[in-house]
């Protein structure tokens, strides 16, 4: 994992917390995570294992297989690196490019799986919004062409009635 911050405050050590403070920037492969705090957990091998992250609103953002972006905004973000699970908790947000959102107190959001749980707060209602898939192939829509205008006519003479003084 790599990581820039104002300052660090930790150990290179197995079973240690490492504490990044000020502009976190924390990166592994196509995941990036920002906040304000981190403590970057290790585990017996010194590899992150966990990384959870407070302060002014905890961001977590990673592209899936197919290349869909996937972001998560929170008070408090809780990932498990080894999982792939991120807990995203107090004002939570979890948005999947061209797939929807959703919203609550706390959602869990499996990251191989794309499996997104979720709990109340506030108003007691998890909200999300589910876009309907595109169709390959489907032409955008287009606003329908205007009616062609009619043909110019030419007015007709009144017809001529006889009279009788022929």
Do not use: C, W
């Amino acid at each position: 994992m790599n990581f820039a911050s104002k300052t660090v405050d930790g150990f290179n050590q197995p079973n240690t917390i490492t504490t990044l403070t000020g502009n976190v920037v924390a990166t592994q492969g196509t995941m990036k995570v920002t906040g304000d705090v981190a403590k970057l957990h290790l585990d017996a091998d010194t590899q992150v294992a966990r990384i959870v992250v407070t302060g002014k609103m905890a961001h977590i953002e990673q592209l899936d297989d197919a290349g869909n972006l996937m972001q998560g905004d929170a008070d408090t973000l809780d990932y498990d690196n080894v999982n792939g699970i991120a807990v995203l908790i107090g004002n939570a947000v979890v948005r999947q490019q061209g797939r929807g959102e959703f919203h609550g107190d706390k959602l869990t959001y499996n990251t191989n799986t794309a499996l997104i749980t979720g709990q109340a707060g506030g108003d007691g209602l998890v909200h999300g919004v589910i876009l309907p898939k595109v169709k390959p192939g489907a032409p955008a829509a287009t606003p329908p062409k205007p009616a062609p205008a009619p043909a110019p006519t030419t007015p007709t003479k009144p017809a001529t009635q006889p009279t009788g003084n022929q």
